[in-house]
């Protein structure tokens, strides 16, 4: 169980704002945070975070907390400014297309890929831009995560070029959870890692890191990142061309199991 923490400044961020609403309206009722998970179909460590500012709140959560505390839909009117402040506009339809996406296949060049950050390695990666709220990019990155737990969550394939496992952009305790982190994902039935290595030949994975998702129906979705906003593109073309490089990567990445072992090599030498 998270344990209950207290809460951040209701005026630092919109976030911060919802999460102080929710502890109070909770407050009031007299509730402790699993009774209110009950009542909202979540869980407590949902309700913790959310009230710490941490994760992002769901639409269905902001409906489900005004239909059990009978709030009027105050937190369904809170959540599309939540939502506004919390991802760019560029960014909010990939969050949503990943969201319903039922394969996830991603090259990252650089950094370990945003879905399979821990909190502490995000925290370090995205304070080099010095944003104004570092805080609610943390939350909205690990709030992603959650399609992990989904009932059906997607067939994820991620191929990561050794690099990212030795960019110290953490510190060597965090890099170690990090790395312990990867090779965890890496023993779930429905994700494969494989690690591109140093001394591969050149490949398309040179030119940048992409995402190419799929759905049960329509057509495939590609995803560029780009230095200060992505693109999304749906031309049939461009994502064939995609899905036959990302292919191409793969051929020069190792095993999912000889990719295991790098990581543990990585690992073993940060040290204890």
Request: hydrophobic share 40%.
């Amino acid at each position: 169980m998270t344990a209950e923490t207290d809460a951040p400044d209701p005026t630092s961020s919109l976030l911060a704002f919802f999460g102080s609403e929710l502890r109070r309206v909770r407050t009031a009722a007299g509730l402790s945070q699993g009774e209110c998970a009950k009542r909202a179909h979540t869980t407590q460590a949902m309700i913790s975070y959310v009230e710490a500012a941490r994760r992002v709140p769901s639409e269905d959560l902001a409906r489900d907390l005004d239909v059990a505390f009978g709030t009027d839909g105050h937190f369904g009117r809170l959540h599309p400014l939540v939502i506004r402040f919390a991802y760019p506009s560029w960014f909010l339809p990939y969050v949503e297309m990943k969201r319903e996406a039922t394969s996830i296949r991603s090259f990252q060049a650089q950094v370990i890929p945003g879905l399979l950050q821990t909190e502490e390695y995000a925290r370090a990666v995205l304070a080099g831009g010095r944003p104004d709220s570092l805080d609610d990019l943390v939350a909205a990155r690990m709030t992603r995560q959650s399609l992990f737990e989904r009932e059906n969550p997607p067939h994820t394939w991620f191929v990561i070029d050794e690099y990212a496992l030795i960019r110290p952009l953490a510190t060597s305790a965090n890099m170690r959870r990090q790395l312990e982190h990867l090779l965890h994902a890496s023993e779930q039935p429905r994700t494969v890692i494989q690690v591109v290595p140093r001394d591969a030949p050149p490949h398309p994975g040179l030119d940048g890191s992409f995402t190419i998702m799929g759905f049960d129906s329509g057509e495939d979705v590609l995803h560029v990142n780009g230095f200060s906003q992505g693109r999304m593109a749906v031309d049939v073309a461009e994502v064939t061309a995609a899905s036959y490089s990302y292919d191409l990567i793969r051929a020069m990445a190792l095993s999912p199991n000889a990719s295991a072992d790098l990581i543990r090599k990585h690992l073993e030498e940060l040290g204890p």
